[in-house]
């Protein structure tokens, strides 16, 4: 079992850049395929970006596409989500998952993680 820990949202203006960080507790990434998801109110989680045990494959939500970028070396426990040219429908609650994983499938859907973190907000304002 692992357990997430997100860190790094916060307040920003629009064009600015964040990046958020997951972290596994005890554990490195590299027997686990992870992924980042946000939750806008009112809406439901929507998949943002994923990146493979090994960090060689990566896929991004349209949405993100260009301007998201997910990153993590394998030696160490944290995932990270660097988020540039940030704009107000960016805001949301942004939270990692994790599943055990050999391959370089990604998964897009809620149900193929197993592993939850708690959320950091981040907040993008005009």
């Known amino acids: 079992q692992v357990q997430l820990v997100e860190s790094g949202g916060g307040l920003v203006q629009a064009g600015d850049s964040l990046r958020l960080s997951c972290a596994a507790s005890g554990r490195t990434f590299n027997s686990y395929a992870m992924g980042w998801f946000r939750q806008a109110p009112g809406k439901e989680r929507e998949f943002v970006a994923a990146?493979?045990?090994?960090?060689?494959?990566?896929y991004y939500a349209d949405s993100v596409k260009g301007r998201f970028t997910i990153s993590g070396d394998n030696a160490k426990t944290t995932r990270y989500l660097q988020m540039n040219s940030l704009k107000p429908e960016d805001t949301a609650v942004y939270y990692c998952?994790?599943?055990?994983?050999?391959?370089?499938?990604?998964?897009?859907?809620?149900?193929?993680?197993?592993?939850w973190g708690q959320g950091t907000q981040v907040t993008v304002s005009t």
């Open positions: 990146i493979s045990w090994s960090g060689s494959s990566t």
């Open positions: 998952a994790a599943r055990p994983s050999s391959t370089q499938v990604l998964g897009v859907m809620l149900s193929w993680y197993d592993y």
